[in-house]
């Protein structure tokens, strides 16, 4: 004879299920999405952060969690897309160069030539601090911009494209560079 209360006994059987769903939700393949395993591709190393020191004790992830994959040679990318913002904000390159370094660059020929002949965004320049890939097709940029050796803010997220066989600067970022010319309006596929 039990000396629990037929009450009592449902109220532990409710408990045990709910532990049990816990339990099994704990065991999760992790992924958040219904089971599709993630991937991460390895970035090439960058400079250390802001302080050079980590202060997490955590180990440090290699690069943020892609939607996509990464083109096939991810370090020969990156370098191009660095390559890409050299030349772009080169006071030296012609505006042919940075057309051809630019998504579209053609069709929004006279933005990139007004942003670098206005007397303030022709003084630019942007230090490309992280590249991260979101496909075969697009990365993330992270980079430091300044005018005149001052950081006018983080200048980012850029973006990179690979448009006809070739990593160039998206569109996307050229546009939002304009914020910081006197006289350099968005094209109009900016919009």
């Known amino acids: 004879m039990s000396c629990a209360t037929p009450t009592a006994r ?14 099994t939700g704990a065991c999760d393949s992790g992924s958040g999405d219904g089971g599709t395993p993630r991937t991460t591709v390895p970035s090439a190393p960058g400079p250390p952060g802001p302080t050079g020191v980590s202060t997490s004790s955590w180990p440090a992830s290699q690069s943020p969690t892609p939607t996509g994959t990464a083109p096939e040679d991810p370090e020969q990318a990156e370098q191009d897309i660095r390559e890409a913002w050299r030349i772009f904000f080169d ?3 012609s505006s042919d ?3 051809d370094v630019v998504e579209n660059g053609a069709e929004n020929e006279l933005m990139i030539s007004n942003l670098f002949d206005d007397p303030l965004g022709s003084k630019l320049r942007a230090d490309v601090t992280t590249v991260s890939y979101t496909s075969s097709l697009h990365a993330d940029v992270d980079y430091t911009l300044t005018r005149d050796g001052r950081r006018l803010d983080t200048g980012g997220p850029g973006a990179a494209v690979l448009q006809e ?8 970022t ?3 560079l304009t914020r910081h010319a006197k006289d350099a309006p968005e094209a109009p596929s900016c919009a």
Request: with cysteine; glycine share 6%; charged share 25%.
């Open 165 to 172: 066989d070739t990593w160039k600067i998206a569109l996307r």
């Open 174 to 176: 050229v546009c939002g």
């Open 10 to 23: 449902r109220g532990a059987w409710a408990v045990a299920v709910a532990a049990l769903l816990v339990l």
């Open 97 to 99: 160069d940075r057309r």
């Open 91 to 93: 006071p030296e390159s």
